[in-house]
């Protein structure tokens, strides 16, 4: 089935340990993106990445990190979580190497404490 | 800078009404992308239709349209005999242009869709 998969799915953490979301995708994708989801203010991204090796900051890159080591993962990183930075986050994928229809993760629900 | 505005926090309408969702964007780019996507309340987010700038007809994917009229930068989502199973946050989103900004995307507020039966 073809898919985009997160996890963990929730994650509860406390101020300043590291986390990693990882996010993987079995289709082949050129594109994949991260999210966060705040109430009132949809979708903000974070970090996209047009191929392998190559990454770029969205709108909301702060405190966050990613790599491209390999097509199929995008993992994201919080060196050291703060609790601005509890939220929904969603991983996403797209055939080719622009933000076209994108398939979506189901979400990984992270509270910062 | 690049902004899509979704000015209806939530909608109420009859099963079997058409509704139309509405999304005004502004951007300097000539070439760029609109997008809407679904969110029901089990949380995952569905592409449900694209718009290219220089598309010169309308999209459509079922009973989903998008009325895009660029000289008003709007692009707005038509559902046409709403269902029950319409009910959801609804995102619209764009990209920007080829070679610049091509692989960002930002998305509106949404708007919270409700179906009466």
């Known amino acids: 089935e073809a898919q985009v998969t997160q996890n963990p799915r929730y994650l509860i953490t406390v101020t300043g340990k590291k986390l990693t979301v990882t996010c993987s995708q079995n289709?082949?994708?050129?594109?994949m993106s991260w999210y966060r989801q705040d109430p009132g203010l949809g979708l903000r991204q974070i970090y996209y990445?047009?191929?392998?090796?190559?990454?770029d900051k969205g709108d909301v890159p702060e405190g966050y990190k990613v790599s491209r080591k390999e097509k199929r993962n995008f993992p994201l990183i919080l060196e050291s979580p703060s609790p601005n930075q509890t939220s929904l986050y969603f991983c996403?994928?797209?055939?080719?190497?622009?933000?076209?229809?994108?398939?979506f993760g189901p979400g990984t629900r992270l509270t910062v404490t | 800078a690049q902004k899509i505005t979704q000015t209806q926090p939530g909608m109420f309408v009859q099963e079997k009404e058409a509704v139309t969702l509405d999304c005004t964007y502004d951007?300097?780019?000539?070439?760029?992308?609109l997008f809407w996507y679904k969110q029901p309340s089990s949380g995952e987010m569905i592409f449900l239709i694209y718009?290219?700038?220089?598309?010169?007809q309308n999209a459509t994917e079922g009973r989903y349209s998008l009325n895009f009229q660029k000289a008003r930068k709007s692009a707005n989502l038509v559902i046409s005999a709403s269902q029950l199973g319409d009910s959801a946050m609804y995102f619209c989103?764009?990209?920007?242009?080829?070679?610049?900004?091509?692989?960002?995307?930002?998305f509106g507020s949404g708007t919270r869709l409700s179906i009466r039966p």
């Open positions: 996403a994928s797209s055939l080719r190497g622009a933000p076209y229809e994108q398939y």
């Open positions: 289709m082949n994708h050129e594109y």
């Open positions: 990445s047009m191929n392998v090796e190559v990454t």
């Open positions: 951007t300097s780019d000539q070439s760029y992308g």
């Open positions: 718009q290219g700038s220089y598309d010169e």
């Open positions: 989103a764009m990209r920007g242009a080829p070679r610049s900004s091509a692989s960002k995307i930002i």
